[in-house]
C-alpha cells in the first residue's frame, strides 16, 4: 500500500513540477505509448481498445497543434503543422478501417517527433 502511494505521489509531483519542455516530452512519450497500445489492440481484435488509444494519440496531436506558436516559429514551425496535421490524418483514417498497416506506417513518424522534440531539449539545457 504504502509503495503504491509513494509512487503516485512521485508521478504527481514529476508532472506537477516539471518544465514546459519536460511536460511535452511526456506528452509526446504518451504518444507513441498510445499508438503502439492501439496497433495491438488492432491485431488483437479489441476495437474498443483501439479506438480509445487511438483517439488519444489524436488528441496529443491536436493539442501539440493548438501549443505551437507559427508566427513565432520560423521555418519550421509550418512544415511541423503540417506533419501533425498528417499524423492526424492517417490515425483518423487507422480508427476508421482498424488498419495495423497505416499504425505501422505512422508510428516511425510519431517516434521520429517524439525523437526531434528529445533533442531539442537536450540542446536547449546545455546552453
Known amino acids: 500500500m504504502y509503495s ?3 509512487f503516485k505521489a512521485y508521478k504527481n509531483n514529476s508532472v506537477n513540477y516539471a518544465s514546459k519542455e519536460q511536460l511535452l516530452l ?4 504518451g504518444g507513441v505509448k ?3 497500445i492501439a496497433r495491438q489492440a488492432i491485431l488483437d ?6 479506438h480509445e488509444n487511438i483517439v488519444k494519440t489524436e488528441n ?6 493548438a501549443t505551437l506558436d507559427v508566427s513565432q516559429g520560423g521555418d519550421w514551425a509550418p512544415n511541423l503543422m503540417s506533419i ?3 499524423i492526424i490524418n492517417r490515425l483518423v483514417e487507422a ?3 482498424k488498419d495495423a498497416a ?5 508510428i516511425p513518424l510519431i517516434e521520429e517527433v517524439r525523437e526531434t522534440w528529445h533533442e531539442a531539449y537536450k540542446l536547449s539545457i546545455k546552453r
Open 102 to 106: 497505416i499504425m505501422d506506417e505512422i
Open 34 to 36: 498510445f499508438s503502439k
Open 45 to 50: 481484435k479489441d476495437i474498443t481498445k483501439a
Open 95 to 97: 480508427n476508421l478501417k
Open 26 to 29: 511526456m506528452i509526446l512519450d
Open 4 to 6: 503504491t502511494n509513494a
Open 84 to 86: 501533425y496535421e498528417f
Open 60 to 65: 496529443i496531436f491536436y493539442e501539440l497543434m
